[in-house]
């Protein structure tokens, strides 16, 4: 069965523009959550979607954005973006939780 | 406040031998824990998961060991195999909010033949 879809697989992008990436879940799964990992840090939690609501949200600023189509898929947008926010952006779908997570390869997000 | 930390950034090893990646955790909520397994350009992949009512889980060459009084874990991989070169992460999440996981910084395993 087809994996998580995450596009584009890379972004150059300019200071101060804002950006949409997109994830498409594994058929079937309806919890989508999206992640960001920068050097040396892991994996920080951005926010999960299930059943188009958001259930969950990071510690990210307010530039940080996601919505969860009927279709389970989803969107995560960045506004104004500032260098710092250079990063792979991970999606990972699971049917309910958690603890069932697939994650994609990832959107490499570089901000000039 | 890191609440899941690896604190070897790096590790290597001689294929055949074992490696022994730690964890530890500060958050007692926390009480399943999983690792996941990352190479270059993929997204992590599971790899073992091991709940706060167990102390050992094992699944083939891996094993995962939970010591919950000292909040620590550690992943076993015996023998080592080149192709197990990657960054592990080690994740936490409690069940009564299974929303999210928070995880280790990642340690780069190194497997040399």
């Known amino acids: 069965k087809a994996g998580v879809t995450q596009t584009p697989r890379y972004l150059i992008k300019t200071r101060g523009q804002q950006v949409t990436l997109s994830c498409s879940p594994i058929?079937?799964?309806?919890?989508v959550s999206w992640y960001q990992q920068t050097p040396g840090q892991g994996l920080q939690f951005l926010f999960e979607y299930f059943s188009e609501t958001q259930r969950n949200k990071g510690n990210f600023p307010g530039r940080f954005s996601g919505r969860q189509f009927s279709n389970s898929r989803s969107e995560m947008n960045v506004s104004t973006l500032e260098l710092g926010d250079s990063a792979l952006y991970l999606c990972a779908s699971s049917p309910g939780g958690a603890y069932g997570y697939t994650f994609g390869s990832g959107t490499r997000l570089t901000v000039v | 406040d890191q609440q899941v930390k690896q604190n070897s950034p790096s590790l290597s090893v001689q294929e055949g031998r074992i490696s022994i990646l730690n964890c530890d955790y500060t958050?007692?909520?926390?009480?399943?824990f999983l690792w996941y397994k990352k190479y270059p350009a993929e997204g992590p992949t599971f790899l073992i998961s091991?709940?706060?009512?167990?102390d050992k889980n094992e699944d083939g060459r891996f094993t995962v060991f939970l010591n919950k009084s000292a909040k620590h874990l550690s992943l076993h991989i015996v023998p080592s195999q080149p192709g197990d070169s990657a960054v592990y992460f080690c994740?936490?999440?409690?069940?009564?909010?299974?929303?999210?996981?928070?995880f280790g910084k990642g340690t780069l395993l190194t497997v040399n033949p």
């Open positions: 091991i709940s706060s009512i167990k």
């Open positions: 994740a936490a999440g409690s069940g009564g909010s299974n929303y999210k996981l928070t």
């Open positions: 058929s079937g799964h309806r919890s």
């Open positions: 958050n007692s909520m926390f009480d399943y």
